[in-house]
């Protein structure tokens, strides 16, 4: 994921955070209390805590933006392996029927790389590379397609002339 995107569970980006991060450290320069900024800023007192702390150590470098999350654990090859796999789909890849889901991604990587990943971080993964979630069009095993049909054109016209 870019971060220049906005995390989903965020209000605010990656940029964001950093702007207001920096302007605490301006108030810090100014002589502004902890808790003036806290204030100021509507955040809590651990974070202004732990921007004082990296400002006072490392000045506004300590305040800019670095590398957040875990590290990726795929490297480039196996991640362009994985996403050639996905788009073949999942029937060619040895499963039952052709529905990519998060566990059976998971399982997926597993098997072909020796990497295990949780549920949401496969989620992450397919988010930065650009796949989305989708839903299949569901229909009944029962479904008589024939019959539909026939009802639609005789019964439904029917009902529609009466109504």
Same mark, same amino acid.
């Given at each position: ?20 991060? *920096? ?28 921007? +004082? ?14 590398? +957040? ?17 996905? *788009?073949?789909?999942? *029937? ?72």
């Amino acid at each position: 994921m870019a971060h220049s995107q906005q995390h989903p569970s965020r209000a605010l980006t990656q940029q964001e955070l950093e702007a207001r991060r *920096l302007k605490a450290g301006a108030y810090f320069g100014g002589g502004k209390s902890q808790s003036w900024v806290r204030a100021k800023l509507g955040v809590s007192r651990a974070a202004v805590c732990q921007w +004082y702390a990296k400002w006072a150590k490392e000045g506004e470098a300590g305040l800019l933006r670095g590398k +957040y999350g875990r590290a990726i654990k795929l490297t480039p090859h196996q991640e362009k392996r994985l996403q050639r796999d996905i *788009l073949r789909g999942a *029937l060619k890849c040895g499963y039952a029927n052709d529905c990519w889901t998060l566990k059976r991604i998971g399982h997926h990587i597993r098997k072909t790389t020796g990497v295990v990943y949780k549920d949401r971080s496969v989620w992450h993964t397919m988010e930065r590379f650009g796949f989305s979630c989708q839903k299949p069009k569901r229909k009944a095993r029962e479904r008589d397609e024939k019959a539909i049909s026939t009802w639609l054109a005789t019964t439904w016209t029917a009902i529609k002339k009466g109504a």
